[in-house]
């Protein structure tokens, strides 16, 4: 069975989520030029991101008001697009943010940051659809060296494993949409459309609550 037409897509916003390193961005890409898809990307040039990751005093909070604001920017003008003519993919969800909030920061950081991110989550759409993609903490270090951006170079095994399993701990909670789950390990759905293919096919099947999908490479 061959992938939809563009016309034919069944949803009209969907969200990829997973921890650095994943295929985030690159899956959204694909969706969208597939499907003549509106992709919307992360602002990932954060001034603070550099101190963040060498340790710096309070840039933690420095950095994660400036995602949490960014991030919110960008979901307000999702709101004001027109999902039914325009099939939006994003490469996040708004959730994601509170994930790295709990985190990177102290108990009185948090207490501060709960009350800037609780009215600006209540405003916010829901997507169609979320897609979480999942990968070992060498699969994630594997493919951050490969886009070798600078301010990644200070990331820590230990930070990618917690951010995994912080991950892992959120979506297996998560009931507001409907939710695909995806171990990325063993495919690689930019180099091979085979494997973009089948994963299409789950991405366009209707479902309730959360499907788990085994590539086909791993059956």
Known sequence: MGAPKADKFPLRHIAIEGPIGVGKTSLAGLLARRFSGTQILEDVGNPFLTDFYAGKKGAAFQAQI???LSRYRQQREIAQMDLFENLVLAD???AKDKIFAHLTLDDEELAVYEKVYAPLAESLPRPDLVIHLTATVETCQARIRTRARPFEKAITSDYLRNLIEAYNYF????????????????????????DLDDLIQQVTRPFRGTQLYVPRGSR
């Open 66 to 68: 400036y995602f949490l």
């Open 171 to 194: 979506f297996h909670h998560y009931r507001e949409t409907p939710l695909l789950v995806v171990d990325t390990n063993e495919i690689d759905f930019v180099k091979r459309k085979g």
């Open 92 to 94: 996040y969800t708004f």
